[in-house]
């Protein structure tokens, strides 16, 4: 009888060690990591195209994603926007300020 009391609270243990370490990552994606700063975005006036020859990839603030800095579709961000890892590298702000040629 001990055997088995024994076994069933070492199976209690190790599953419920499992679900402590599992629960955190349930539900987890990669957009889950993406944020916006809204509120910068109004007031810049954000607009997911260029205007003309301005766009983020031509600004100074643009920052490139490190692991994949020619990537459209990669997720990129920018100085004015704190806390924003979704600016496309063909977006468009009233922050823009040209690179030096």
Not at 36 to 65: S, W, Y
């Amino acid at each position: 009888m001990e055997k088995g009391i024994k076994q069933s609270r070492r199976q209690l243990l190790k599953m419920g060690s499992i679900a402590i370490v599992a629960a955190p990552m349930a539900g987890f994606t990669t957009s889950a990591f993406a944020k916006k700063n809204t509120a910068v975005r109004t007031a810049l006036h954000f607009q997911d195209h260029p205007n003309g020859e301005k766009e983020c990839n031509r600004c100074m603030n643009f920052i490139p994603n490190k692991d994949k800095p020619t990537d459209p579709g990669a997720v990129h961000g920018c100085k004015l926007y704190p806390g924003d890892d979704e600016i496309c590298p063909t977006c468009y702000c009233n922050g823009f300020v040209a690179k030096p040629k």
